[in-house]
């Protein structure tokens, strides 16, 4: 089971920019996902998440997440992006596997690299 991240990229400030991930693998059900972020020399913080029925925790109003369960996939739409909100992205999740259904695994994608520029 692994998640892959896509759409960082560079932006400059006061831009928009969505993030999207999508589970794949042997997958029983996807639990609660959300996205995180670290910038350089900084601890990862999380950025907003979301259960399997929608209730969401964001941490910017700037930001909104969003999630399609029918692809196991989740999406992160950031507005009005600031030079500090330059971090890699990750995302996410709590997925439980075909194969050992009881047991939850704490799964994160690969990051994807924000850049917004000034």
């Known amino acids: 089971v692994q998640l892959q991240a896509s759409g960082g990229g560079f932006v400059q400030a006061g831009g928009s920019l969505r993030l999207s991930c999508e589970a794949s693998?042997?997958?029983?059900?996807?639990?609660?996902m959300g996205w995180y972020r670290q910038a350089p020399g900084d601890q990862r913080e999380v950025v907003a998440t979301?259960?399997?029925?929608g209730t969401t925790n964001t941490a910017d109003s700037r930001f909104a997440i969003l999630r399609d369960n029918t692809k196991n996939a989740v999406y992160l739409r950031m507005n009005d992006l600031k030079p500090e909100d330059t971090a890699t992205y990750y995302c996410?999740?709590?997925?439980?596997?075909?194969?050992?259904?009881?047991?939850?695994?704490?799964?994160w994608g690969q990051g994807t690299l924000v850049t917004v520029s000034s």
């Open positions: 996410n999740a709590d997925i439980r596997t075909r194969d050992n259904p009881a047991r939850l695994n704490n799964v």
């Open positions: 693998g042997s997958i029983y059900t996807v639990n609660n």
């Open positions: 979301i259960t399997r029925g």
